[in-house]
């Protein structure tokens, strides 16, 4: 400490040590309250899954478990990770959102997803849906038509050690033959019509949740189930979603 006074003295002659000292304590004091005022994003997550899960209508242990895990303000733009636990969707640049975290819930508990089941989810945006999933089931595979959010979002999945969801850059429309059949299918993006192709890939017993409608309207969320190879269709709830959009070619 008295080597670094006497450096500092030296280096800065005409400056009194008393000044120094005080420049660095008030230096320290400001690192001090930069830390204290980081955000404690454990706890409001644990508020979210209080306030915004549990006393609504989600019930289903594994979901709220992986709600309360998944760190949603990673996978929002920096600039807003302070919101990241509000009730409410988020924009996450090119136009896409990334869901209200009740909808995420509510999807994610309505498929009843188990531990040896593989699901399929069309729209990727931020990758957050994709990583509740993926902490409940065995392998999640998800397709996003937006090639810069589909890379983004494969990154970050990569890096946060989600070596169990296969991301796909493409349109979703025609699913993911070679490795359907699906325990379950998500979309996350809002559809006029039930996709065939999606329907197709479902296994027997299977569950698909979308949201369908008019584009530009109230949409119902929707779940679909196969039973004995037929439509079986349930409405939700009524939602707002980012349309479901399709590639030209
Ligand atoms: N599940 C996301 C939120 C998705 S918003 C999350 O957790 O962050 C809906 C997403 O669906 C958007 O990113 C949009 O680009 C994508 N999308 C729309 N139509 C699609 C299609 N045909 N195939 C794949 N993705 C599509």
Same mark, same amino acid.
């Not at 392998?139 to 070596?163: H, P």
């Not at 379950?184 to 329907?199: H, K, Q, R, S």
């Not at 269709?233 to 590639?247: G, K, Q, S």
């Given at each position: 400490?008295? !080597? ?8 800065? #002659? ?6 120094? =000292? ?16 980081? #955000? ?6 644990? &508020? ?8 609504? /209508? ?12 998944? +760190? &949603? ?5 920096? !600039? ?20 209200? #975290? ?9 498929? &009843?997803?188990?531990? /040896? ?20 089931? /065995?392998? %999640? ?18 890096? =946060? ?15 993911? +033959?070679?490795?359907?059949?699906? /325990? ?10 039930? #996709? =065939? ?11 698909? %949740? ?28 009524? %939602?707002?979603? %980012? ?7």
């Amino acid at each position: 400490m008295r !080597d670094s006074m006497l450096f500092i003295g030296s280096a800065y #002659p005409g400056i009194s040590s008393k000044i120094i =000292m005080g420049c660095i304590l008030l230096c320290e004091l400001l690192l001090l309250s930069s830390v204290y005022s980081q #955000p404690n994003f454990q706890r409001q997550r644990e &508020r979210m899954v209080l306030i915004q899960l549990k006393s609504r /209508d989600i019930y289903h242990h594994a979901t709220l478990e992986a709600m309360g895990k998944v +760190p &949603r303000h990673k996978f929002v733009p920096e !600039d807003i990770q302070g919101y990241a636990y509000a009730d409410h969707a988020l924009s996450i640049g090119q136009g896409q959102t990334i869901s209200q #975290p009740y909808i995420v819930a509510f999807m994610t508990q309505s498929i &009843r997803p188990k531990k /040896d089941h593989k699901v399929l989810e069309i729209g990727t945006g931020s990758g957050y849906q994709a990583a509740v999933l993926a902490e409940i089931v /065995d392998s %999640v595979y998800t397709i996003e038509i937006v090639d810069v959010l589909a890379r983004e979002a494969e990154n970050r999945l990569k890096n =946060m050690q989600y070596g169990n969801v296969k991301v796909r850059s493409g349109d979703g429309y025609h699913g993911w +033959p070679e490795a359907a059949p699906f /325990d379950a299918i998500v979309v996350t993006a809002g559809a006029e019509e039930i #996709p =065939m192709a999606l329907f197709d890939q479902l296994k027997e017993g299977g569950k698909m %949740v979308m949201p369908l409608g008019p584009h530009g309207g109230i949409r119902q969320l929707v779940r679909i189930t196969k039973k004995k190879g037929e439509i079986r269709i349930e409405e939700l709830m009524a %939602v707002r979603f %980012v349309p479901f959009t399709r590639n030209k070619n």
